[in-house]
């Protein structure tokens, strides 16, 4: 009785637990699960906006700290990056006209004037012509400025000019180096807020070009005076900080920007979004970056004393020496506004698909062209569209992989990249297309007939009754 009164109740209880859901427990179990998923989705989409803020907040300071680091790491990119300097016409002008004054002003000429009154005197001139022999002085003196600064002109801007000052920059580099840690000496120093590049090998050209042109007076331009000044701030200390910072992450930090970035994409509930949100935050944020430049590059130039250097100099100096830290940031977002336009062409949006649909039926009337012709894919075209996502993936893949090696991208070679994504993307929908098989003729049946241009038909069979 006991076991049957039990065995009764646990086939009850087992029967209870396989019935079906009633309406309400199904409308209980449907609204428990939802509020679940959006909890979930909300969760991921908190951690995924935490992830993409900060790479997108680390993202300028990797470029700079990458900048710095090729600068002053690698001698040959330094080398490059102040070369154009040597034919700039502001830094030419710059030279010409220091080492012009520093010649001149070795050259004495109110004592030449005196020389040649006392000549006039004692040769028995008039004293009207030995009374007015000091006025001599200024036209010696523009003379004197005139064919000196003929002579600097010819050095620095003769074909060996960048040919020296390559090589004065090359055995320079380490102690660039020095400096921008916020130690060193050498051809270039930092003397107090001032970066000076000494040029004692142009100076020595121009002097023996000087003294067989009669100058003797060349010959003794002081060495306190081979220098121009390449940069003056006074925020030399601050800046020497934090290059040394940056110099120390330089290697670290874009492999955690793309780190967080990816993180963030994959924790995000749409991948799309996503990534249309890092391309988007990224794209700001390099747009801060050149805003920064442009207003760094202003108040530098604001602060160099024209004594010191010539507007026009130094903003050369600067936009040179920045130039590839520009273009890093121009390539980003370029990359960015790429990656936002991707996800957008990807996404279910009216002009997403109207494009899509259009590209699909370019490629696929080419390929059916090509297949009516002759020209047939079979098996790997329809392999081909059965993978269509694997293979496409795999182009992009191999574009932004090609971009990662590249050797300092530029908005140049992103757009090169992407064109050839965009045209291995169509090849390999016209090949898809062209082993679609094609309809053939009509059959007297009115049916397609069997053969190449169909599949066969098959037979119809009667129900049974």
């Given amino acids: 009785m006991v076991a049957s009164s039990g065995g009764g109740f646990d086939g009850a209880a087992h029967a209870d637990d396989r019935r079906p859901l009633s309406v309400g427990e199904r409308a209980e179990y449907e609204r428990l699960r939802d509020a679940a998923a959006v909890r979930h989705d909300r969760l991921r989409t908190v951690g ?76 028995g001139a008039p004293p009207v012509v030995v009374n007015h022999a000091h006025a001599l002085a200024g036209v010696l003196h523009n003379a004197l400025t005139s064919t000196v600064h003929q002579v600097v002109q010819g050095v620095v801007t003769s074909d060996q000019f960048p ?8 055995r320079a580099h380490a102690t660039v180096v020095k400096v921008l840690t916020g130690e060193g000496s ?37 060495a306190v005076d081979r220098q121009i000044v390449l940069l003056q701030t006074d925020k030399l200390t601050r800046a020497q900080d934090a290059l040394r910072l940056l110099d120390i992450l330089g290697p670290w930090l874009p492999v955690a ?48 004393p024209s004594d010191v250097q010539p507007r026009d100099g ?48 370019g ?26 996502r694997l293979t496409s993936g795999i182009v992009i893949g191999a574009g932004a992989l090609a971009l990662a090696l590249w050797n300092s991208p530029t908005p140049c070679s992103v757009a090169l990249v992407l064109l050839l994504v965009l045209v291995m993307l169509a090849v390999l929908g016209v090949l898809a297309a062209a082993g679609t098989p094609q309809p053939g003729p009509a059959s007297p049946g009115g049916r397609p007939s069997d053969g190449e241009g169909g599949p066969p038909t098959a037979p119809i069979q009667q129900s049974k009754s």
Avoid at 109 to 116: L, P, W, Y
Avoid at 271 to 285: D, E, F, P
Avoid at 363 to 388: C, E, N, Q
């Fill in 257 to 304: 920007v793309v780190a967080l970035a990816a993180l963030g994409v994959w924790l995000a509930p749409s991948h799309r979004a996503g990534l249309m949100a890092t391309g988007l935050g990224i794209g700001v944020s390099m747009i801060v970056l050149l805003v920064g430049l442009a207003v760094i590059r202003q108040n530098y130039l604001d602060s160099v």
């Fill in 48 to 123: 995924a906006s935490i992830v993409i803020l900060l790479a997108v907040v680390l993202a300028p300071l990797a470029v700079v700290a990458t900048w710095a680091d090729t600068t002053i790491s690698d001698e040959d990119r330094y080398v490059e990056t102040v070369a154009p300097l040597a034919t700039d016409p502001a830094v030419q002008n710059m030279v010409i006209n220091r080492l012009t004054d520093r010649v001149v002003s070795n050259v004495n000429v109110d004592q030449v004037a005196a020389s040649i009154e006392g000549a006039l005197a004692r040769t």
């Fill in 363 to 388: 490629t696929g009337a080419i390929g059916r062209a090509m297949s009516r012709v002759g020209v047939r894919t079979d098996g790997a075209g329809r392999w081909l569209t059965r993978h269509h």
């Fill in 186 to 222: 050498g051809a270039v120093q930092a003397k107090g807020n001032t970066i000076v590049l000494d040029i004692g090998p142009v100076v020595d050209a121009v002097q023996k070009r000087l003294v067989d042109a009669g100058f003797e007076q060349a010959g003794r331009i002081p």
């Fill in 163 to 170: 040919l020296v000052w390559e090589n004065a920059n090359r």
């Fill in 314 to 361: 130094a903003a050369a100096v600067y936009d040179t020496l920045v130039r590839f830290l520009r273009d890093s940031a121009l390539t980003w977002l370029t990359i960015a506004v790429l990656t936002v336009l991707a996800g957008y062409l990807y996404g279910p949006g009216r002009g997403a698909r109207v494009i899509r649909s259009g590209a699909a039926h």
